[in-house]
Structure formats: C-alpha cells, structure tokens
C-alpha cells in the first residue's frame, strides 16, 4: 500500500513537471510557433514560445498564495512579430542594448550594423534574435528546464562569425527561472545576451510600477549621453549629477535618483530634475553589478508591497540595465486585452555594459573563435519578510 501511494505520488509529481506543447500561431511566413509550459512543485508556472526565446507568461504567488502573472506580453505569435513589441520576454542578440551609430572594429575590419534606433543600432539590430523562429530540444517531457537553440549566420545583421547559441530556461523546485546562455562561434565576434522580460509583480495590465520597492546592487552606474551611448564613465551613485546651482531640489539630490543601495521605490525619484533621468525618459541605464563578474551573485530585488511578492535578481554578468518601461504608453495592447500605459511593467536586463565594442574600458564583449561564451542569471520569486 505504502509502495503504490509513494508510487502515485512520484507518478503525479513528474506528471506535474512535464513541459507542455501547444501550438502558439504562425508567423507571418508562414511557421508555426509553440508555447511550452512548465509547472513546479508549488504550483509556479512560465511559458516561452520558441519565437524569439520569449518569456510569454510567468505566474507566481502573493503572501496569499494567490498566482498571478507577473509579465507583460502577447497572446499569440503577431503580437511579439508586430512593429509595436517592445521586446517583451525576448532573449535579445546578438547584441542586447545600443553600439554606437552601429558602428565597431574588430580585428582591424570595421562592421556597420542597422541603424534602428538612430542614431544607434539597438538590440541586434533591424532583425534580432527576438524575432527568430528557434529550436527547440524537445523529448525531455519529465522535466522543468527547456533549451533552445538559434543558429546566426556568418553576416546576418552585419555581425561577424556563425554563431551558435543556446538559451536553456530552468524552473526550480525553490521558485527560480534560471536562464544560462552559452554560444561559440567560428569567427570573432561580438555577443551580449539578455532577457527583457517587463514585470509588474502585481500583476500584468494592473497599474503602473511606480511603487515597487528597488535595491540594485550596485555603487556605480554608465552614465549616458542624450542618444543613451555610455559616455565610458563609471560613476559613483552617490555622486550627486549635474543640478542646477539653485535647485529647490539640491538637498534632495544628496542622494542621487540612482542610488538604489538602500530600497526605494521606483517612482520615489524618477520624476527629478536630473540630466541623466532626461536622457532616460526616466531610469534606463546600466548599473554595475558589484561583487566578481562570472560569479552569480545579486544585482537586484524588486518587492511589490500590496502583493508581498518579492523577486530577486542573480546575474554572472557585469550590468544589469534597469529600465522603467518609459517607453511604453497605451498603444500596446497585450495578454487578455490589457492596455499597457506609461510605465506598466519595468524591466531588469542583466548584460554586458551597452556599446562596449567602443569602449576598450568596459568588460570585453568579444568572443574569439572556437571559444565558449557562458552566462547565468536567475529570477528567484518568493514574498517578501515585513510585508
Ligand atoms: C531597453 C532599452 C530602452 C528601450 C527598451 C525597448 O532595453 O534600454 O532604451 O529601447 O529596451 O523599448
């Protein structure tokens, strides 16, 4: 008796874990797309479509135990192949965030990507790989991680070298989406892999962000100039930036809107007057990650107060850029029918920092031929302590 219960239990709880496949749409070529499913343990679930490798939902519980998904998104594949995606849940490359006026050298030659956001080339380019069909290694049924897989031509987009790259999404027992990128190339190239998925912990489509509550790890950030191209300086957080001499907000600046040391929410100080934030729209920048690059260590956590969901944010990457969905308002309308207006959904893109082929200062993001490259981040969700 006891071995048939047990043998019940372990039957449901791999039944539970299986990655499920249900068609998603066609592309407007004509192929067809997938979302897969997987469920934890406790009930946690994500769904990634094999277009763009793009995080479609992820549900989590509140202090309750109540799910809710906490991504924004589409319902089907020509919401994420339509102009008006805002890269949302994609894995972004070959180069996630901007190179300068789309221009770099390497090894002596020198490359000119797509202008797509002048005056840079942002995100991969006029077609990243947010917008490709990959593949998917399927017959792992009884499991709780997915890989995919994308082959980038010699030349596509502009870029240097085949590159290989695979992403393989992880979802734990303990409530974490591991993401780990690894790719190689035959020909030297550039490469930075993100995630931009935009979250609002409330819940999808229910409100602004403003009032989550940030830490980032991180005493520095890459200050930008007004096309948002790192200037190449590493600037202390706690460096007051340009204010004018008579500002009422003077005192105020003594902490600067990006010291996110301690936690505040984010729309505490979004508003301020601060050159930077201008450039921004608000906060869109790249913060360094304090603690050893290639170590997975923490770069942010992000607590909703009226839920008591909390997510953490771990990353072996340098920078993670922090942006507060500035861009988006009203026009999009995604999963469910929600309206996503100003500031709905924020996102944490752990990477490379932008356009460090031109700035021989930053972590390389060069990848020699016939090396791996290998990245991690992790998106742990719980609820918060106090809350
Ligand atoms: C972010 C980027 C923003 C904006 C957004 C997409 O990664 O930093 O400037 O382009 O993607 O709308």
Redesign the pocket.
């Known amino acids: 008796m006891k071995t048939l219960l047990a043998a019940i239990l372990l039957f449901s709880t791999f039944s539970m874990a299986a990655v499920t496949k249900e068609p998603f749409g066609k592309t407007s070529d004509g192929r067809q797309v997938y979302l897969y499913t997987m469920k934890n343990n406790s009930g946690m679930e994500v769904a990634i479509t094999n277009f763009g490798a793009t995080i479609v939902s992820l549900k989590v519980p509140d202090r309750q135990g109540k799910f809710a998904d906490v991504v924004l998104g589409f319902d089907n594949v020509s919401g994420y192949e339509s102009k008006a995606d ?2 949302f849940g994609a894995t ?1 490359g070959r180069y ?3 190179i300068a006026k789309g221009r770099f050298t390497l090894d002596g030659r020198q490359y000119q990507l797509a202008i797509n ?1 002048p005056p840079n080339s ?2 991969g380019g006029a077609i990243g790989f947010d917008k490709r069909v990959w593949t998917v290694e399927e017959g792992d049924s009884n499991s709780q991680h997915l890989s995919l897989h994308y082959l980038s031509p010699d030349g596509e987009e502009n870029y240097p070298g085949n590159l290989s790259v695979s992403v393989t999404f992880t979802l734990t027992d303990a409530n974490e989406l591991k993401i780990e990128y690894a790719a190689t190339t035959d020909r030297d190239t550039v490469i930075n892999l ?1 995630n ?1 998925s935009y979250f609002n912990l409330y819940g999808q489509g229910e409100g602004d962000i403003l009032s989550h509550v940030l830490t980032l790890f991180a005493d520095k950030f890459t200050p930008v100039d007004l096309t ?1 191209i790192p200037t190449g300086e590493l600037r202390s957080v706690g460096t007051p930036t340009r204010i004018p001499a008579k500002s009422p907000d003077a005192a105020a600046h003594a902490i600067t809107p990006f010291d996110f040391r301690r936690p505040a929410a984010i729309g505490a100080r979004v508003n301020d007057y601060d050159e930077q934030l201008k450039f ?1 729209r608000g906060y ?2 790249n913060w360094v990650v304090n603690g050893n690059m290639g170590e997975l260590r923490q770069a942010a956590r992000v607590v909703e107060p009226r839920s008591g969901r909390q997510m953490d944010v771990l990353t072996t990457e340098p920078g993670i ?1 922090f ?1 507060c969905g ?3 308002d009203g026009t999009v309308k995604g999963k469910g029918g929600k309206v996503y207006k100003h500031r709905y959904g924020f ?1 944490l ?1 752990t990477q490379h920092f ?1 356009d460090s082929p031109n700035h021989p200062s930053f972590p390389t993001t060069e990848l020699k031929a016939r090396r791996q490259f290998r990245s991690t981040t992790v998106y742990r969700f719980s609820v918060a302590k106090g809350h």
């Open positions: 805002p890269y972004i996630a965030n901007r956001n942002l995100h993100t931009h948002l921004g869109d920048h850029q942006y500035n861009f988006l996102s893109e932008p």
